[in-house]
Nanobody, 123 residues
Framework: QVHLVESGGGLVQAGGSLRLSCAAS????????MGWFRQAPGKEREFVAA????????RYADSVKGRFTISRDNAQNTVYLQMNSLKPEDTAVYYC????????????????WGQGTQVTVSS
């Protein structure tokens, strides 16, 4: 069982930056692929970024490539999402997820989910 807690969301102006953190419980964090997804009001949950257990492989949605960076610190059981050049369309609840097996999937077929953190980008 893995318990995930996101933090770092908030209100920011367009063009600004935020860094989301996701702290995981348990001693097997380094064996999980981790992902970030987001869901805007009235829309389906969508993939944002994912990272392999060792951090050597990362994947991004086209909409965030070049602006967002996913990283992880296995010693701290934490995964991060650095978000730069934010746009109003990035406004959503951002969810952290963990996937058994190590594949940084772009599909929401993850095994554990956090409760989400709100990111609001004003124009």
């Amino acid at each position: 069982q893995v318990h995930l807690v996101e933090s770092g969301g908030g209100l920011v102006q367009a063009g600004g930056s935020l860094r989301l953190s996701c702290a995981a419980s348990g001693r097997t964090f380094s064996t999980y692929a981790m992902g970030w997804f987001r869901q805007a009001p009235g829309k389906e949950r969508e993939f944002v970024a994912a990272i392999s257990p060792t951090g050597t492989t990362t994947r991004y949605a086209d909409s965030v490539k070049g602006r967002f960076t996913i990283s992880r610190d296995n010693a701290q059981n934490t995964v991060y999402l650095q978000m730069n050049s934010l746009k109003p369309e990035d406004t959503a609840v951002y969810y952290c997820a963990a996937r058994i097996g190590g594949i940084p999937s772009t599909h929401p077929n993850y095994d554990y989910w956090g409760q989400g953190t709100q990111v609001t980008v004003s124009s």
